[in-house]
């Protein structure tokens, strides 16, 4: 159960667009469509943004998508907003109802 | 709407024990998965349990596995984590969470509650 491998930070202009990948094996990320992904504030809990892999929960924005190659995961942020600015997480299930996060990315919008 | 209220954190000293409960408000409690994620200081998010709608299922995190244990009791409508044998790396804000499937798990997350932190120190 090692932790997914995601980017320490990314950053990026108000407008642009980013892309944080979330890299791990074919036990999880690659063996499976069920990569999610979190948006979390400091001090509050986390928000899902995308589920198995690239859907969009409802009330979520269509600046966030997700797709995945092989054993990588990627969330790309278009049209980056100042409250945009938080942490991320990447999770995967990984068989036998165990799941494992990302060790999250900060993005800075600059 | 859909509540989750964690509570029971505290601090504790290595080697003891702590029950976290997380009530659950706004849907059928009985139908849906559940999970606790911890998250240490510092560090990111950790998935540590998760159980099935109706009980009979629980998986653990190697981290914790032996030493903690979740349950429900679907007729209060309560999530439990115990966690027995706490080291101080244990220290963390534990949240629940549950799973958006009705009576077929999605494998993700849909409601979080706030968190309760959790603080093991001599």
């Known amino acids: 159960q090692s932790a997914l491998t995601q980017p320490a930070s990314v950053s990026g202009s108000l407008g642009q667009s980013i892309t944080i990948s979330c890299t791990g094996t074919?036990?999880?990320?690659?063996?499976?469509?069920?990569v999610s992904w979190y948006q979390q504030h400091p001090g509050k809990a986390p928000k899902v943004l995308i589920c198995?892999?690239?859907k969009r929960p409802s009330g979520v924005s269509n600046r966030f998508s997700g797709s995945k190659s092989g054993n990588t995961a990627s969330l790309t942020i278009s049209g980056l907003q100042a409250e945009d600015e938080a942490d991320y997480y990447c999770?995967?299930?990984?068989?036998?109802?165990?799941?494992?996060f990302g060790t999250g990315t900060k993005v800075t919008v600059l | 709407q859909v509540q989750l209220v964690e509570s029971g954190g505290g601090v504790v000293q290595p080697g003891r024990s702590l029950r976290l409960s997380c009530a659950a408000f706004?849907?059928?409690?009985?139908?849906?998965?559940m999970y606790w994620v911890r998250k240490a200081p510092g560090k990111g998010l950790e998935w540590v349990a998760a159980?099935?709608?109706?009980?009979?299922?629980?998986y653990y995190a190697d981290s914790v596995k032996g030493r903690f244990t979740i349950s429900r009791d679907n007729s209060r409508n309560i999530l439990y984590l115990q966690m027995n044998s706490l080291r101080v790396e244990d220290t963390a804000v534990y949240f629940c969470?549950?799973?958006?499937?009705?009576?077929?798990?999605?494998?993700?997350?849909?409601?979080w509650g706030q968190g309760a932190l959790v603080t093991v120190s001599s």
């Open positions: 969470a549950r799973d958006p499937g009705w009576r077929l798990s999605r494998y993700f997350f849909d409601y």
């Open positions: 706004g849907f059928t409690f009985s139908s849906y998965a």
């Open positions: 159980m099935s709608h109706d009980g009979s299922d629980d």
């Open positions: 074919r036990s999880d990320v690659g063996g499976y469509d069920l």
């Open positions: 198995e892999g690239t």
């Open positions: 999770c995967s299930y990984a068989s036998s109802r165990t799941f494992v």
